[in-house]
């Protein structure tokens, strides 16, 4: 052991000196945050009966450390997120970033673990610390990827995703390919944004084996405009077999299935829209609502999920970096198509507070 490190103490002393030619500028920051609310589920989400529970705990989408560094046109961000204390993987922490980029003078090219290009972010929401992603906003998740960026166009060759249809064997030959483009329309900033990704659902019975292509796309704009105090965001969505895409929804129905090797297709449809209004430098009100309605027709029977996100919010700044939010709202799975009956609603309200440094 004495051994073992002495030679990573020699290692340290190695590394330390050469960071000064590798990178002269270094930058760290963060964000602390705790989410207080109360959860109340009916018996159709939570499969047994009505259920209230507090959530006092921190959630690793919005807890980060990170460090980012720059050498002239050279540069690199490792970005670090923390479990909640009672998660199965309790205070480990994982990788949310880890990418390089190179300004080359006519753009950049990033290499690494980074932002997926059609993500979006129009809305402050606190439930899952998710800006609505998971409720109307389009994420694509960090991910594995080689991007070019140039004068608002990013164009990525991104790790393709395989949602198991069956649970056998996925085969990919190409990357995802996602890309987006900013811009700017008298005063409102547009994000417009589409992708494609590719598998093969390989079956194997006995010797032999059967391949089956599973396809899915999406393509979509973002906006945010503002006038004095007010500000409206939002996004207008379509998908092809959302999950297989990689794109994050809380719905059912958001994969392909097949009947033989016929693929069922899920068409998605979704939109966010978000209303605030700066009181003041400390107060600021904003609601928003989400829809995300997939359908999906296998022999013959075409099956419906809705969901319905609807919030309000009172963001309070108390310092440069420091905030409380408390905001309530409901969630609608809607009803049972085809039959009859109800798949739940949750409601919640409390409050995050967060310090970002």
């Not at 309000?312 to 039959?339: H, M, N, R, S």
Request: glycine share 10%; aromatic share 12%.
């Amino acid at each position: 052991m004495r051994k073992l490190l002495i030679v990573l103490a020699a290692l340290a002393f190695v590394v330390g000196s050469t960071i000064p030619a590798i990178a002269t500028d270094w930058s760290f920051y963060g964000k602390a945050a705790m989410f207080t609310y109360m959860l109340d589920q009916s018996k159709e989400v939570t499969g047994n009966v009505d259920d209230s529970d507090l959530v006092w705990t921190v959630l690793n989408s919005s807890n980060r450390f990170g460090f980012v560094a720059k050498a002239d046109d050279i540069g690199g961000i490792l970005e670090f997120g923390i479990n909640s204390h009672y998660a199965a993987d309790a205070n480990r922490a994982h990788i949310r970033l880890a990418n390089g980029y190179w300004n080359f003078g006519a753009g950049t090219l990033v290499v690494g673990q980074d932002y997926a290009p059609a993500a979006f972010f129009p809305s402050a929401t606190i439930y899952n610390d998710c800006s609505m992603v998971l409720h109307g906003a389009v994420y694509t998740q960090r991910v594995p990827q080689i991007k070019l960026k140039w004068a608002g166009l990013q164009v990525a060759l991104v790790e393709p995703n395989k949602a198991a249809v069956l649970a056998t064997e996925q085969d990919t030959s190409i990357p995802k390919i996602e890309a987006s483009y900013d811009l700017k329309v008298g005063p409102v900033a547009l994000h417009i944004f589409g992708g494609m990704n590719s598998y093969d659902e390989v079956a194997i019975v006995g010797t032999t084996e059967t391949e089956t292509g599973i396809d899915s796309n999406l393509f979509g704009v973002g906006f945010k405009f503002a006038t004095g105090p007010f500000y409206v965001n939002g996004d207008v969505w379509m998908a092809t077999n959302p999950g297989n895409y990689g794109v994050l929804q809380d719905s059912a129905g958001t994969t392909a299935t097949l009947t033989g090797t016929t693929v069922n297709d899920v068409d998605s449809m979704v939109y966010a829209a978000i209303l605030g209004y700066k009181v003041s430098d400390m107060i600021t009100l904003e609601a928003g609502m989400g829809v995300i309605s997939n359908e999906r027709e296998a022999a013959g029977v075409t099956e419906e999920w809705e969901t319905t996100t609807i919030y309000i919010q009172a963001p309070i700044t108390l310092a440069k970096g420091v905030t409380i939010t408390p905001e309530f709202g409901t969630i609608d799975y809607g009803d049972v198509k085809p039959g009859t009956g109800d798949r739940g609603d949750k409601t919640y309200y409390g409050a995050k507070w967060a310090i970002v440094f």
